[in-house]
């Protein structure tokens, strides 16, 4: 199938044409819309990856220091998940804040809110001061994270699909992807500086605060430039014309929950792979290998380097060879990866630095045409709820527990294990790229 019919709206949809196809939308360049989605995404990858690193780092010590490491490091793995589990809700209970009162103070409480649970995470005194209550409000804390990055989905990244030129979707899809490896450079490296400069009694005690408050100050700045944006007369007119608002969520998922589903699946490869490049191979380290935190660090920086240049090498190749197309390549890739990643995890730090590398790069491939890429399946007036909700299924299923499960795992049984869930990961996306093929042809 040609990337033109890969990628273009289902053509039985009745009126569309005629509601859109003469519509003059030469104020608002795709160019100009990809600025507003690379904004937000950094920052809250930003916000994202602090925390993630934190969680191996920092949380163990901090709040659970009754524990052993390995413990310790799974009860804060298990904290990170939270955030995953409260997304959806967030997502839904947003789009109705949204429906009553406007987008506009939808992303304000939204951001806010994540600026606040942020904020106090960052003054959160430890288990020695506060005992279980400081889990309590860690918990809280990272649940209202949660519900933030949920209910800040503003609709620009499908906005950006709809009006990305016929031949360049897979070119536009990527941008707002580059807000991960940013993220992660960015919250990697001032993780490396301030656990190499200090010593590790303040870093434990007031060192690693010190990147909350930055991603504090960063959802700030992110907060009025996306304002800015969807708040002016030609986008809040181009957001409408394009049908991009939140609608039912019963009602959409009687309608096209499949789509929900198939859409959530088809992006696994790259979200097993997500944090078993990142998260996982942080604390396996630090647990269980001599090489230092911060020159590892400082590998995953270079790493992520490899993947934002993966991630544009992916819009040129999604658009000469489709985007589903290369999902499912880059999936094969990632299979054949997993058969070698226990030898290179466990082959010393010259196999941990290969692995390192090999992943992002397929990381980079994978995710910079993750999302949407089936998204052309919903009928224009369920687009906005369903692709918030499919990005949302496919965090909590491909990405939250993946910390968790892999160490713990690994940690009892061996890197084995590491294999077993990329496969898993590579596997459901090849299946649910197939099932939405047949779909197609059937349709």
């Excluded at 780092?57 to 709040?63: E, G, H, K, M, Q």
Aim: aromatic share 14%; charged share 10%; net charge neutral.
């Amino acid at each position: 199938m040609s990337n033109t019919h890969q990628d273009a709206l289902p053509q039985h949809i009745p009126g569309h044409d005629a509601r859109h196809g003469s519509t003059d939308h030469s104020n608002v360049a795709p160019g100009e819309i990809a600025i507003g989605v690379i904004i937000g995404r950094a920052s809250e990858y930003f916000d994202f990856f602090v925390y993630g690193i934190a969680s191996v780092l920092v949380f163990p010590a901090v709040f659970f220091p009754f524990a052993r490491s390995l413990e310790g490091t799974l009860y804060a793995f298990t904290i990170f998940a939270f955030a995953f589990i409260a997304r959806p809700v967030g997502s839904i209970a947003f789009m109705a804040i949204q429906r009553r009162f406007g987008r506009e103070a939808k992303l304000t409480v939204a951001l806010f809110l994540l600026g606040i649970s942020t904020a106090g995470i960052a003054f959160l005194p430890g288990f020695e001061s506060l005992g279980f209550s400081a889990i309590i409000l860690l918990s809280v804390f990272r649940v209202g994270q949660g519900i933030a990055l949920g209910g800040s989905w503003d609709g620009l990244p499908s906005l950006l699909a709809l009006n990305a030129p016929q031949q360049q979707r897979g070119w536009y899809a990527m941008l707002g992807q580059l807000g991960a490896p940013v993220g992660f450079a960015l919250a990697g490296g001032l993780f490396s500086f301030l656990y190499s400069s200090l010593s590790s009694d303040d870093f434990l005690e007031w060192g690693w605060r010190y990147p909350f408050y930055v991603a504090f100050a960063i959802n700030v700045v992110a907060l009025f430039a996306r304002l800015r944006l969807v708040a002016t007369h030609e986008y809040a007119r181009l957001l409408d014309e394009r049908e991009l608002e939140p609608t039912n969520v019963v009602d959409m998922a009687r309608a096209q929950g499949s789509t929900v589903v198939i859409g959530a699946f088809a992006a696994l490869a790259s979200y097993a792979l997500f944090h078993l490049v990142t998260i996982f191979p942080l604390s396996w380290i630090r647990l269980y290998s001599n090489q230092s935190v911060s020159e590892f660090l400082d590998v995953q920086i270079f790493g992520a380097t490899l993947a934002a240049i993966g991630i544009i090498a992916s819009g040129k190749i999604a658009d000469r060879f489709g985007r589903r197309r290369t999902l499912a390549t880059v999936a094969v890739l990632i299979a054949v990866f997993s058969g070698f990643a226990p030898l290179l995890l466990g082959g010393g730090r010259l196999g941990q630095d290969v692995f390192i590398l090999l992943g992002f790069s397929l990381l980079g491939l994978s995710y910079g045409q993750a999302a949407g890429a089936v998204s052309s399946n919903f009928v224009p007036r369920y687009r906005y709820t369903g692709a918030a909700l499919t990005s949302d299924l496919a965090w909590l299923i491909g990405a939250a527990f993946a910390p968790l499960v892999v160490l713990g795992l690994s940690a009892h049984f061996g890197l084995a294990y590491v294999s077993v869930y990329l496969l898993s990961g590579a596997a459901c996306t090849l299946a649910a790229l197939s099932i939405n093929r047949t779909r197609e042809l059937r349709d």
